[in-house]
């Protein structure tokens, strides 16, 4: 259960056009927002650098990022967000069987070497400590430009700030969240874990 428990979505009206953005990522506006607009200013804020990361103009497709966004979660365990992350790349175009396919990336022919690249490159610079060294940098640059690699960071990094947010406050994991991990990440584990009322 929540540590603390999210806000009506209509307690700060000026944050109509942030939970608009939000709800075009997921479907609906996340429970971690809900709770984050006690200080509207984190919203705005967090609103912010989720357009400039997600910017749909970007290089790096929206479904792909999705998928880096996972990993992130996945390497600090931030089971909220894992969930989220899924739903988001299906939204954004990624195909339920390279869904299926997300902890066996390294093996599936679903994923490209440069994708493979970048979901190792996420899983190293979320890990803690940091595991991305010379070797790992420069397999990216074997596939992805400075640009897209800034974006596949931005990935990673605004994660970061998500993952602890959301393990830190036991967010309440939404319906259809839940429902993706149970299909998709059950198999390695997966539970919901504190995100899941009991």
């Known amino acids: ?61 929206l479904g792909f990022k999705r998928l880096v966004a996972h990993i992130a979660s996945m390497a600090v365990g931030c089971q909220y967000c894992e969930a989220h992350s899924l739903v988001a790349a299906r939204i954004h175009g990624v195909s339920d069987e390279k869904l299926a396919q997300i902890l066996c990336y390294e093996d599936s022919p679903l994923y490209t070497e440069a ?54 406050m036991a967010t309440d994991l939404e319906t259809s969240p839940r429902a993706m991990g149970d299909r998709v990440l059950a198999a390695r584990g997966w539970d919901g874990g504190k995100h899941v009322s009991r």
């Open 115 to 168: 994708e493979r690249a970048a979901l190792d490159f996420a899983l190293r610079a979320a890990s803690v400590p940091n595991t991305v060294d010379a070797e790992c940098f420069a397999r990216m640059r074997e596939h992805w430009s400075e640009g897209q690699i800034v974006e596949i960071l931005g990935v990673v990094a605004i994660y970061g700030f998500l993952n602890r947010w959301n393990d830190t």
């Open 1 to 61: 259960m929540s540590h603390m428990q999210p806000l009506a979505r209509d307690a700060h009206p000026e944050l109509a056009g942030e939970f608009a953005l939000m709800e075009s990522i997921l479907g609906f506006v996340p429970n971690s927002v809900l709770t984050m607009q006690r200080r509207p200013g984190i919203v705005q804020g967090f609103a912010a650098l989720t357009r400039g990361v997600m910017d749909p103009a970007g290089e790096v497709p």
